[in-house]
T-cell receptor, first 116, second 112 residues
């Protein structure tokens, strides 16, 4: 299994440009999520999904869109990039145990995004 | 709000010694999981250890063990026989439901 994969590894954008960060997992996990990591901060949840067709907002959703058309893929879209979105982005996935509680989250290698 | 606090931004330990990283959390839930993740310079998030809140026995994984005090909402990580490869950021995380809440991390340096 490849686990959780993310592309690209590094991207430079100009303010106002749009782009999609790709995330895929081959573990048949129901739950997928996107986090951002800024210096001096832990990871903060942007959006998450508990299955195909179901998404919801996390702690810092503004400026980002997501969709989940398949179990495997969970892309993150920046519609109009801003310098405040310069960060490292992590995708993660996990099994949903009984009661809807997540089990261990497995993380992708991260995408480093620089917005000029 | 559910929060996770790591009160030690930086720590250092000599090789082969033991070090304990602190973590406290706040929640009104009764059933949840707690985690310690390691982030080396490669930035990959690596699971170190996991604790289920309904289990009273503290989790252990080789040189890593936790001291879980549910009533005190405390979840510390003990690293025994520290190795140079343990140098990394360590994040405490907790969730119940759909959000994984992270602390701000402890930077651990293992010195020869």
């Amino acid at each position: 299994n490849a686990g959780v994969t993310q592309t690209p590894k590094f991207q430079v954008l100009k303010t106002g440009q749009s782009m999609t960060l790709q995330c895929a997992q081959d573990m048949n996990h129901e739950y997928m999520s996107w986090y951002r990591q800024d210096p001096g901060m832990g990871l903060r949840l942007i959006h998450y999904s508990v299955g195909a067709g179901i998404t919801d907002q996390g702690e810092v959703p503004n400026g980002y869109n997501v969709s989940r058309s398949t179990t495997e893929d969970f892309p993150l879209r920046l519609l109009s990039a801003a310098p405040s979105q310069t960060s490292v982005y992590f995708c993660a996935s996990s099994v949903l145990a009984s009661g809807g509680i997540q089990e261990t989250q497995y993380f992708g290698p991260g995408t480093r995004l620089l917005v000029l | 709000a559910q929060t996770v606090t790591q009160s030690q931004p930086e720590m250092s330990v000599q090789e082969a010694e033991t070090v304990t990283l602190s973590c406290t959390y706040d929640t009104s839930e009764n059933n949840y999981y707690l985690f310690w993740y390691k982030q080396p310079p490669s930035r990959q998030m690596i699971l170190v250890i996991r604790q289920e809140a309904y289990k009273q026995q503290n989790a252990t994984e080789n040189r890593f063990s936790v001291n879980f005090q549910k009533a005190a909402k405390s979840f510390s990580l003990k690293i025994s026989d520290s190795q140079l490869g343990d140098t990394a950021m360590y994040f405490c995380a907790f969730h119940s439901g759909y959000a994984l809440n992270f602390g701000k991390g402890t930077s651990l340096l293992v010195t020869p």
